[in-house]
């Protein structure tokens, strides 16, 4: 987690960790052998698949993976097949070759923590990955629901934490990435809980946040505006 000056001159950025794909597959099996932890050994596999992507490598076929992953090449085509269906792989028209699929850039948030003026905390989870997505004008909509809560020194109770996480498991569920609705990140200081989405249209965003708008208001005030920001100039001070 990065500590931010209030005036957010400082950039913001994420701590990736990369290691040989094999290597890493390797590590992750060994701990399943000698630790006798119930792991899933499917999920370690499809996690290496990803990542034998990168700068370099954004396109590949099943038998390369296979080669990078030291997994059987049908085993492979499975995962592949398994990951496109989730939106994190995307198939070249032929079916030869993948390449990351949008989901993917969901993956890549950061914990962000400033003081404010008032000395009370500012917590904020964005996606700095998908700040820096050269594609953003294909997502020109922003929808920000700001969700207001009663808590101490800015921050929400236990129960009203949960309520906030039930609201927003609710509109993620509604708003997903793999149709085009991408969820940025929320900012949660002084008694307010913003989630921000990037979306391809402004209607179902419209709908979905007039719904959970209804359903909660006799337990939070929840306001939500959208809008067009083709570059998504909105975020700028979460990574300048």
């Known amino acids: 987690m990065r500590h931010l000056s209030i005036d957010q001159e400082s950039g913001l950025y994420m ?6 794909t094999r290597a ?24 290496a698949v990803l990542r034998c992507f990168d700068h370099g490598r954004e396109r590949l076929g099943s038998s390369e993976i296979a ?20 939106g994190y792989l995307t198939a070249d028209p032929d079916g030869s ?15 962000l923590e400033a003081e404010l003026a008032n000395g009370n905390m500012l917590l904020a989870i ?9 594609s953003k004008a294909s997502h020109p909509w922003i929808l920000n629901v700001e969700i207001k ?12 934490y949960q309520l906030l996480g039930q609201i927003e498991e609710e509109i993620m569920e509604a708003l997903k990435d793999i149709d085009g609705y ?13 989630i921000y989405f990037a ?24 306001n939500y505006d959208i809008y067009k920001d083709k570059y998504w100039r909105s975020f700028d001070h979460f990574v300048n």
């Open 24 to 47: 890493a597959l390797d590590a992750d099996e060994g701990r399943e052998k000698s630790g006798g932890q119930p792991l899933v050994t499917g999920l370690l596999r499809g996690l």
């Open 67 to 86: 080669r990078m992953t030291g997994l059987p090449q049908p085993t492979v085509w499975r995962l592949c097949k398994t990951l496109e269906h989730g």
């Open 15 to 20: 701590v990736t960790r990369k290691s040989s």
């Open 199 to 222: 979306c391809k249209d402004f209607r179902l965003p419209s709908k979905t946040a007039y719904i959970v708008q209804q359903k909660y208001s006799g337990r939070v005030e929840i």
């Open 126 to 134: 964005i996606n700095i990955d998908l700040l820096g997505w050269d």
């Open 97 to 111: 070759r993948f390449r990351p699929g949008l989901s993917i850039l969901t993956l890549g948030y950061s914990a």
């Open 182 to 194: 991408l969820n940025i990140g929320r900012q949660t200081a002084d008694g307010v809980r913003e």
């Open 149 to 160: 809560y009663d808590g101490v020194n800015g921050m929400p109770d236990d129960e009203t």
